[in-house]
T-cell receptor
Framework: GNSVTQMEGPVTLSEEAFLTINCTYT??????LFWYVQYPGEGLQLLLK?????DKGSNKGFEATYRKETTSFHLEKGSVQVSDSAVYFC??????????FGSGTRLSIRP | DGGITQSPKYLFRKEGQNVTLSCEQN?????MYWYRQDPGQGLRLIYY???????QKGDIAEGYSVSREKKESFPLTVTSAQKNPTAFYLC?????????????FGPGTRLTVL
């Protein structure tokens, strides 16, 4: 069945550092891929998504490219800010309306 | 403003009691979902509904029940049969549940069993 694996956290970086959070998936077909973000005590918000191979999703300086050949959807940002501190979830569409979420990666940014 | 509301934000329950969590959306979405989140973990699907008057079990439906009598409402009941109900519960909705459809989440309800 479909599954998603993301790097374990926590990840701690200094402000303005480069960020990569790895995400790989197992799936049949071409499921849409998502990155969601969760701030403390809140629900999840969509950060970006890609619906087909080689698509690049982007939002708020974050980017991720749908790589079919490596089954990956790594999240990147060139210069992180303290306000980016949150938990990030990689996810993919499974079947019959369902989305499968990764276990989440906690990101902390030091001023 | 369109969105998803969940109430209450914090809920306390004594062991052996049933409790119902509210979820309402005014986005005119057909599909709605309930997830459970435990500390440091991802989301696990409890129940989902693709259309009014129809719903399906997710991965961890035991001890939970739902109804979908109106398009905008999808309440979740945590029954006394749920062995470990203390968790953060998230409701979500999407236009139709198809590949590529974004799920939009409510703010969550934190349930604590005393």
């Amino acid at each position: 069945g479909n599954s998603v694996t993301q790097m374990e956290g926590p990840v701690t970086l200094s402000e303005e550092a480069f960020l990569t959070i790895n995400c790989t998936y197992t799936a049949t077909g071409y499921p849409s891929l998502f990155w969601y973000v969760q701030y403390p005590g809140e629900g999840l918000q969509l950060l970006l998504k890609a619906t087909k191979a080689d698509d690049k999703g982007s939002n708020k300086g974050f980017e991720a490219t749908y790589r079919k050949e490596t089954t990956s959807f790594h999240l990147e940002k060139g210069s992180v800010q303290v306000s980016d501190s949150a938990v990030y979830f990689c996810a993919l569409y499974s079947s019959a309306s369902k989305i499968i979420f990764g276990s989440g990666t906690r990101l902390s940014i030091r001023p | 403003d369109g969105g998803i509301t969940q109430s209450p934000k914090y809920l306390f329950r004594k062991e052996g009691q049933n409790v119902t969590l509210s979820c309402e959306q005014n986005l005119n979405h057909d599909a709605m979902y309930w997830y459970r989140q435990d500390p440091g973990q991802g989301l696990r699907l409890i129940y989902y509904s693709q259309i009014v008057n129809d719903f399906q079990k997710g991965d961890i439906a035991e001890g939970y029940s739902v109804s979908r009598e109106k398009k905008e409402s999808f309440p979740l009941t945590v029954t006394s049969a749920q062995k470990n109900p203390t968790a953060f519960y998230l409701c979500a909705s999407s236009i139709g549940g198809g590949n590529g459809d974004t799920q939009y989440f409510g703010p969550g309800t934190r349930l604590t069993v005393l």
